[in-house]
């Protein structure tokens, strides 16, 4: 009798837990990524350019969406997908990172993880090869949420994380638009200090090189994450911080409502806050994943005279990509598990 009974309750618990396995593998997850926003146009890009961005975007969300299906979580997938990017020079962040007007490559990264509302950030970066990572050694190993310049280095070194000289970020093409910003600056300096000093006099000369990095995931246990790193814009003054270091402004994510990663002028998303208010917007006002994303992007960053995008997803999975310029390179993988990647803004 007492062996019928124990065979019963086995049975029982080996039936909930294949049902709460058969529950979890129907939960839709979800990746989306991109690699910066701005002025990309169809006619002005080489097939062979198009094609290497097409497919470095494939293999950084792949490797995202790997971890995914396999039951992993979406704070792994964000950091692996923007890892991938950081390591390609076709990309602004990490290998490949703009200059400052010093002729310097300052890196900032951010990860923020939905579930604990947890984040990790990092600014002023010069000889980490992947900031994400050590954003997320922040969150990890820390008990803050932001560090900068020589603390975050060390803080770096003292966990083994790979570190680079400085010459390791420098490609030909980033240190020409560097070049180019600077002669047009010196040529005009007479003119703008004529013209005054409106928000988009004073950012006239920094120029937003395409390239920022970020992703945003779902996993299994309905986890969200959000990550983003970059170089920020060439020609910014050293020791200039943009959003995407900054929780809420470049990168947000909360189990309740959805995960953000920007990318754009920072000056404009710091003022928005444009992570944070298409959290505010869904949380407080009601609004569905796409009308809070399209409210925050087309209507206030545009209002305000800014530019650029975000990747967008909620907790079902639902993917938003608005943006205000040409294009923006950027990718999803749809509940089918189909790998979609977009470049151009009729796309
Ligand atoms: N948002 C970045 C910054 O301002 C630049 C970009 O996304 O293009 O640093």
Redesign the pocket.
Known sequence: MKLTKLILLFSLLCNISLLHALQQSSNPIGIAIHG???TIIKEKMTPEREKAYREKLTEALNAGYAILKQGGRSFDAVEAAIVIMEDSPLF?AGKGAVFTSDGTNEL?ASIMDGATVQAGAVSGIKHVKNPIRLARLVLEKSPHVMMVGAGAEAFAAKHGLERVSQYYFYTENRWKSLERAKSKGAARAGETSRKGSSDSDKLEFIT?????VGAVALDRNGNLAAG?S????TN?MFG?????PIIGA?TYANNQTCAIS??????Y??RLLVAYDVHALMAYSNKTLQEAADEVILQKLEGLGGS?GIIAMDKAGNVAMPFNTKGMYRGYVDNSGRTIIKIYKDE
Do not use: L
């Open positions: 910066g926003a701005g602004n900032d937003r090189e395409k390239g920022t983003t970059t170089g920020g814009m910014k200039r911080v943009g959003d995407s470049g920007a990318t754009g002028q920072g000056e998303f710091m650029g």
